[in-house]
């Protein structure tokens, strides 16, 4: 039986679908393949259990999707793992899971897995990311991403979705788009080059510069290594800790509210619906590995 909620953020995703710019027989074939479930997004993908087959366990719950480094193809699921007195962060090949379409993620066995020391690690999901145009006109955060198989399809941003092949650059908190409909190069760096006033380039030369020889060298009084008697020891403020980044990156759902509950990995309830987002709701999501699911249930 299709997960309802599958079912519904389909739906809803197809909502958003009728408000982009593609042609009206592009909507329609792709509002199909969403409802068949030929379609993920990642918002559908994190927060799901991973169910090991051969030994008929959970492993542990889907925390972030981890791509490329041109972000084109998901290549690995990283797991939060449930259990209380071994808790561990593992990561499964997005090849080896055979089933993504209902409640859980499904792989053959505890063979998949793979811990970080060796794992290559990609590109983590750009989720709530600043885009921006070649203009610099933000076009908002990114809220989905839409995957056929393990192929980047679309992001969804704002309201809006753009094509794979519509991203120019990005780093690690920041994506630029094409949204003119035609193809943009972007200029490739280069080597500058020294000249003098008469036009002629400078040859530059290496030159080998070897460190000076500091001798040391004593005082000629010794100060005594005692205590004045009148003498007060005076320690160091204590340094402020700055505010965690991972915060003021979430400080915009201040105010929002869930439309459904957060649960913990024991599946007990966290955070009710329609709970009002403050600091302190960001703070307990943040130890409790939940940001992902905050920023997608808020509205």
């Not at 030929?38 to 169910?51: A, D, W, Y």
């Not at 009710?272 to 130890?287: G, W």
Request: net charge positive; proline share 4%; charged share 25%.
């Amino acid at each position: 039986m299709v997960n309802k909620w599958s079912t519904f953020l389909g739906l809803k995703r197809c909502v958003c679908l009728m408000k982009s710019h593609f042609t009206v027989d592009k909507r329609i074939n792709l509002a199909h393949s969403i409802l068949r479930g030929k379609i993920m997004f990642i918002s559908e993908l994190v927060g799901k259990q991973l169910l090991s087959l051969s030994e008929a366990e959970t492993i542990g719950t889907v925390e972030n999707v981890l791509f490329d480094e041109k972000l084109k193809t998901a290549k690995t699921l990283k797991i939060y793992s449930e259990d209380e007195d071994n808790p561990e962060i593992c990561f499964v090949n997005f090849k080896a899971v055979k089933s993504l379409n209902f409640d859980a993620c499904v792989i053959s066995n505890r063979e998949a897995l793979s811990f970080e020391w060796n794992t290559l690690l990609g590109t983590p999901s750009p989720m709530l990311w600043s885009c921006f145009n070649q203009d610099g006109k933000e076009l908002g955060r990114m809220r989905d991403i839409e995957l056929d198989n393990s192929k980047v399809k679309q992001f969804l941003i704002g309201e809006t979705f753009y094509e794979q092949k519509q991203l120019l650059s990005f780093s690690n908190s920041v994506l630029i788009f094409n949204d003119t409909g035609k193809a943009v190069r972007l200029p490739k760096t280069k080597t500058r080059i020294p000249f003098c006033a008469c036009g002629q380039n400078i040859s530059v030369h290496s030159v080998e510069v070897k460190p000076a020889k500091i001798e040391e060298t004593k005082p000629d009084i010794a100060l005594p290594n005692r205590v004045l008697p009148n003498a007060t020891i005076v320690s160091r403020s204590p340094v402020l800790e700055k505010e965690n980044p991972s915060n003021l990156v979430y400080r915009f759902l201040l105010g929002k509210k869930l439309s459904r509950p957060i649960k913990n990995e024991n599946g007990n309830a966290l955070i009710s619906k329609d709970t009002r987002i403050t600091e302190e709701v960001i703070e307990l999501c943040k130890n409790n590995g939940k940001l992902v699911q905050l920023a997608l249930y808020a509205e």
